[in-house]
């Protein structure tokens, strides 16, 4: 995987060394010799990832980093520290400041494009999310980017997988002064509860003692609920070449024992603040598509999503010389309604009347919004004798049963008019059949309201 490398360092041999090596992998590289510059270049958009160097003159690294995570235009670039400073003391003031991940001089090459190629990984699939929370409509929405930047990543629930009673207790100590910790030394059973439970995370030990822990890894990854979780492996020292191989299976982020408990808590929320920015754009996306498509009040299918299915079914019906009966309905009188007992309670007759309609419609069936007190019903493979039993039935269930209103202090009686379009053999666009249907519903207007008028084929 290729992407744009931003390489942040004061010293021009230290850039050419890095850019070099990147090249070499078919790395696009960038190059900045100061904060500001780093800090433009970012806000442009021009890189994937950033390498950053933290002994800088005026603006240091920390500085750089804790500018670009705090702002929403620049808070999912991935950045990785590259210092020559290998105290977990530096590490934690690295972390706090937001940066992802780090690499110590002199860096190693193995470790450095690893770390490059799962970060740049990562950064695409928040590209991804983040295009479709920008493209998606935001009426009445805070702005995606700025509300998924601002997670704090506290309060998280972890689950620790690691045999090693004593390890496990000692991190499950330093974590739990801001997160929900559990521990789980049966991989067989981690792996379930990982899928079944809402985890914000895992931390998994490289060493257990009678599973592969990289298949415990991969297993995750491989499963739906799982494939996006965060996950962090221990390892000893000596065990680079499974920690790079954890890196490549798509662990997030590791840590050789001994722990240091700062790092494992700054590298935690890290992790879970990531993770939460992603979560808050996809739950951003969903909403916005549910807003193009369903009628907030009464939870029905809208207007707009009725018009993209019609034309469909109605070729399906054409071709299979199915019939296809259109409904439309009018709550009557309704601005009297609204007029007489305020327009909660209209809103309480639109919500009922929908809840009326769904529990007495096939699953096939279409049921829509289609503006203000009218509703449509689409049914497809009815013909017109089954439609207009179907419609009378309707129509029946609003006159029958007064509406509550007013939360449960009112009742009032409620009726609707129906009109009925049937395409039956031939030839018709949808335009055409709801033009019929609405033509019927006007009849039965015209005739007193409360009827079932089927229009003439």
């Known amino acids: 995987m290729t992407a744009r490398v931003l390489v942040v360092d004061d010293l021009f041999p230290n850039i050419k060394l890095l850019e070099t090596r990147l090249t070499a992998e078919y790395f696009d590289v960038l190059s900045a010799m100061n904060g500001m510059q780093a800090i433009e270049i970012c806000e442009s958009g021009a890189c994937d990832l950033v390498l950053l160097d933290v002994m800088m003159p005026g603006m240091d690294g920390f500085e ?56 740049a990984r990562l950064k695409t699939l928040t590209d991804e999310l983040r295009a479709r929370a920008l493209a998606s409509p935001q009426i009445g929405q805070v702005d995606p980017l700025a509300a998924a930047a601002a997670e704090d990543g506290l309060n998280g629930r972890v689950l620790i997988i690691d045999d090693r009673a004593n390890s496990a207790d000692r991190m499950q100590a330093a974590l739990s002064m801001v997160h929900t910790v559990e521990i789980e030394t049966n991989p067989q059973v981690a792996i379930m509860r990982m899928a079944e439970e809402n985890f914000d995370m895992a931390i998994v030990s490289l060493g257990l003692a009678n599973f592969d822990a990289l298949r415990l890894c991969s297993q995750m990854r491989s499963l ?62 969903q909403s916005s598509m549910e807003m193009a498509i369903f009628d907030p009040l009464t939870k029905l299918h809208n207007r707009r999503y009725l018009t993209s299915q019609l034309a469909s079914m109605i070729n399906d019906g054409l071709m299979r010389g199915a019939p296809i009966s259109f409904v439309i309905l009018d709550v009557d009188f309704f601005k ?43 049914m497809p493979e009815t013909d017109r004798f089954a439609a207009t039993r179907v419609a009378e039935r309707l129509r029946q269930c609003i006159e029958s049963e007064p509406f509550t209103i007013h939360k449960g202090a009112r009742q009032i009686s409620v009726t609707a008019s129906f009109g009925l379009a049937v395409m039956d053999g031939r030839m018709e666009t949808a335009d055409g059949l709801a033009k019929r249907a609405d033509e019927a519903l006007y009849e039965a207007k015209r005739q007193g309201r409360n009827r079932v008028i089927l229009a003439a084929a």
């Open 224 to 285: 739906e609920r799982t494939r996006n979780t965060p996950i962090l492996v221990l390892s000893d020292l000596d065990d680079e070449k499974r920690v790079l191989r954890a890196l490549d299976l798509g662990v997030n982020d590791y840590l050789a024992r001994p722990v240091d408990r700062n790092e494992l808590v700054a590298r935690v929320r890290t992790q879970i603040r990531r993770k939460r920015y992603a979560d808050k754009l996809r739950q951003n996306v």
């Open 64 to 119: 750089v980093c804790r500018r670009l995570k705090s702002s929403p235009t620049t808070a999912h670039l991935p950045v990785v520290m590259v210092t020559a400073l290998d105290q977990p003391a530096d590490r934690l003031k690295g972390l706090e400041a937001g940066a992802d991940d780090f690499l110590t001089k002199p860096v190693n090459d193995v470790a450095l494009l690893t770390r490059v190629r799962s970060l």
């Open 336 to 378: 009297k309604v609204n007029d007489t007992y305020g327009h909660d309670a209209g809103d309480e007759v639109l919500v009922e009347t929908a809840a009326r309609l769904r529990r007495r419609i096939r699953g096939i069936d279409i049921l829509a919004r289609f503006g203000g007190e009218e509703f449509v019903i689409v």
